[in-house]
C-alpha cells in the first residue's frame, strides 16, 4: 500500500539509525487485531511471530537481528508459510518480502497513522484470496510448434530458411519478426480466454506476459 511510508525495505542503516540487536520488526502482514499474540518459532531464522497491535489492527511480525535478509529461497519460503498459516485463521493483508521497521514503536506508529487505510483493504479482502495463475506453452521448441500450427509463419521459414543457401540477416529479422507478432497476438488471445472463464469468479484480475516453456 502506497500510504504505508514508514515502512522500509531491507538495506544498509548507518549505524546511527539503528536500534539495538534484535529490536528490529519484520512485518509479514496486517490482521484485523487478533487475541492470539504469539504464532511459534516459525518466522525467519527461526524467530517466533507475534502480533504488535494498534487499535483496530495489528501487525505480524519476528524480530529480527541486526544482519541483512537477503531474498534467498530459504528466507522466500518461510515469508510464505507465515502467510499460508494466517490465511488459515484470518483475512491478512500481506507484506512484500523484505518489508522492516526499526522498533515496535515504529510499528505502532504506521499501524496508527494508516488505521482507516489498512480496515478499508483488509475488509476488502475479507472471504477473499489471491491467487496466480501461470499458462505457458508446454512444448520441446516454441518456435517449430508455432510453424506447425501456423501456416504463415511455416510459409515464411519455408521461403527463407529452407533453401539451398544461406539466408540473409535480413530474411532471420522477417522471420523473426513474424514469429514474435504471431506469439504475441497467440498470447492475448489465450489470456483472453482465460479471464472469460475466471472473471465471473473473480473480483479483480490483473495480467502479465504469458511464458513459454520451450527451446
Request: proline residues 5%.
Amino acid at each position: 500500500m502506497n500510504r504505508v511510508a514508514h515502512l522500509k525495505k531491507e538495506a544498509t542503516p548507518h549505524a546511527a539509525d539503528q536500534t539495538a540487536a534484535g529490536t528490529r520488526k519484520y512485518l509479514y502482514a496486517v490482521i484485523a487485531r487478533d487475541p492470539q499474540e504469539d504464532y511459534g518459532p516459525s518466522g525467519i531464522n527461526d524467530g517466533v511471530v507475534y502480533t504488535i497491535a494498534k487499535g483496530r489492527v495489528a501487525a505480524v511480525v519476528s524480530d529480527l537481528p541486526n544482519e541483512k535478509i537477503r531474498p534467498e529461497r530459504r528466507h522466500l519460503s518461510v515469508h510464505q508459510q507465515v502467510l499460508q498459516k494466517l490465511l488459515g485463521r484470518t483475512t491478512p493483508l500481506p507484506m512484500s518480502f523484505g518489508i522492516i521497521a526499526d522498533s515496535a514503536k515504529a510499528v505502532e506508529k504506521i499501524l496508527s497513522t494508516n488505521q482507516e487505510a489498512l480496515l478499508k483493504q483488509l475488509h476488502r479482502l475479507e472471504g477473499k484470496v489471491e491467487m496466480g495463475l501461470r499458462v505457458a506453452w508446454d512444448v520441446p521448441n516454441i518456435f517449430e510448434y508455432f510453424v506447425n500450427t501456423h501456416p504463415e509463419l511455416k510459409a515464411a521459414r519455408d521461403r527463407f530458411l529452407r533453401g539451398q543457401r544461406e539466408p540473409t540477416q535480413e530474411e532471420k529479422i522477417e522471420v523473426g519478426r513474424l514469429f514474435d507478432r504471431i506469439l504475441q497476438e497467440d498470447r492475448e488471445a489465450y489470456a483472453d480466454h482465460v479471464e472469460s472463464i475466471l472473471s465471473p469468479l473473480a473480483v479483480n484480475s490483473k495480467g502479465t506476459n504469458a511464458a513459454t516453456n520451450g527451446k
